[in-house]
């Protein structure tokens, strides 16, 4: 069974403080994306990445995608108070024909 | 709009009463699937469609069923449903699995 692992499991922090979130497997997946989820929503897209050592900026946000594509990582700089919501990784292209999404990070930047 | 719709957004019902949740995508999308998110579990696929008549078990397919007659709609179906069964289902549409998923609002279920 495909596992993707995020680490940490929650995250609180100040604003302005920088932040790193993990997405760790032991499978390879052709590609990874981040979604982020607001309460009340349905997780929307981030970034898709899909080579060995990408390295994709989005704002305040850079993603990271392993030399193995076995994982990858999400730094958030001076995070403010609208990053706060749930981060999602998700691997593609795996063993099996379907997307199958890390355990999610929950990070809340204070005021 | 390109969305995909899900109804009802919340649903209480009784064990054992039949249910149907609805999900509709405008994205003329081959791919859709459903989710349940539990806390602590992340996401997890009931199942799957690839494209009409095409469906398929995704990681926790038990006590649900599916349908694709029309590529727009793939509605979950919960025969009898259990109290284990109350989550938060997601629905969600992309041109192929790998590509960007377009999820729906939600739908939030508790069995009693």
């Known amino acids: 069974t495909q596992l993707l692992e995020q680490s940490p499991q929650f995250l609180s922090i100040q604003e302005g403080e920088n932040l790193t979130v993990y997405c760790n497997s032991s499978s390879v997946f052709s590609s990874l994306q981040w979604y982020r989820q607001e309460p009340g929503e349905g997780p929307v897209l981030l970034v898709t990445v899909v080579t060995g050592g990408e390295v994709k900026k989005l704002k305040r946000l850079t993603f990271q995608f392993g030399d193995a594509r076995k994982d990858s990582s999400l730094h958030i700089t001076a995070a403010q108070p609208g990053d706060t919501g749930l981060y999602l990784c998700a691997g593609g292209g795996g063993a099996t024909n379907k997307l199958i999404f890390g355990t999610g990070t929950l990070l809340a930047v204070q005021p | 709009e390109a969305q995909v719709t899900q109804n009802p957004r919340y649903l209480i019902t009784v064990t054992g009463k039949k249910l149907t949740v609805t999900c509709s995508q405008n994205m003329n999308h081959e791919y859709m699937s459903w989710y349940r998110q539990d806390p602590g579990l992340g996401l997890r696929q009931i199942y799957y469609?690839?494209?009409?008549?095409?469906?398929d078990k995704g990681d926790v397919p038990e006590g649900y069923k599916v349908s694709r007659k029309e590529k727009r709609n793939f509605p979950l179906i919960l025969e009898s449903p259990s109290p284990n069964q109350t989550s938060l289902y997601f629905c969600?549409?992309?041109?192929?699995?790998?590509?960007?998923?377009?999820f729906g609002p939600g739908t939030r279920l508790l069995v009693l």
């Open positions: 969600a549409s992309s041109p192929t699995y790998q590509e960007t998923q377009y």
């Open positions: 469609s690839m494209n009409v008549e095409v469906t």
